[in-house]
C-alpha cells in the first residue's frame, strides 16, 4: 500500500498543508495516520477522498455540505439514497452555476465582436491626413 508524505498530498491535491491539516481537525478527512517518528503519512484512499473534496470544494459545495456528505460516507452503505439525494442537489447547483457562466460568456463575446467589427470598421476608413 502506498503512502504519501504531506508534501507529496499537496502537490498531488493542490491542498495547502494549512487546508490539510484543517480538514483533518474538522473531521473533513479522517484522522490520517503516522509514522514512528510522528510525520503524516497519508494512504490511497485519503488522496482518493480528497481529489473528491477538491472536486465539491472547486464547484462551489459549502463545507457544511461537505461534512454532512463525509458523515453520511462514514455511516456506511444505508446511507447511499442519502448521498445520491445531496449529490443531485450539488449538480443541480452546478449546473445553474454553468448556465449563469455562459449567459456572461455570451456577453463577453459579444463585446469582442463589437470591438473587432470597430477595428474594421476604422482600418476601412481612408487615412487622414495630419
Not at 498531488?12 to 494549512?18: M, N, V, Y
Not at 488522496?47 to 455540505?65: F, H, K, Q, Y
Not at 442519502?82 to 455570451?106: P, S, Y
Request: proline fraction near 3%; hydrophobic fraction near 35%.
Amino acid at each position: 500500500m502506498a503512502v504519501y508524505t504531506p508534501g507529496q498530498v499537496v502537490e498531488e491535491t493542490g491542498f495547502s498543508l494549512d487546508t490539510l491539516r484543517y480538514y483533518e481537525r474538522i473531521g473533513l478527512l479522517e484522522p490520517v495516520g503516522r509514522n514512528a517518528a510522528g510525520q503524516r503519512r497519508f494512504s490511497e484512499e485519503d488522496v482518493s477522498w480528497l481529489g473528491m473534496i477538491r472536486c465539491l470544494r472547486d464547484t462551489g459545495m459549502p463545507i457544511a455540505e461537505m461534512l454532512r456528505f463525509a458523515q453520511l460516507v462514514r455511516q456506511g452503505e444505508h446511507t447511499i439514497g442519502d448521498r445520491i439525494a445531496l449529490l443531485e442537489e450539488h449538480d443541480r447547483k452546478v449546473e445553474e452555476q454553468i448556465a449563469d457562466l455562459r449567459q456572461k460568456q455570451g456577453a463577453i463575446q459579444r463585446k469582442i465582436q463589437y470591438y473587432k467589427d470597430v477595428r474594421t470598421m476604422r482600418d476601412m476608413l481612408p487615412e487622414q491626413a495630419s
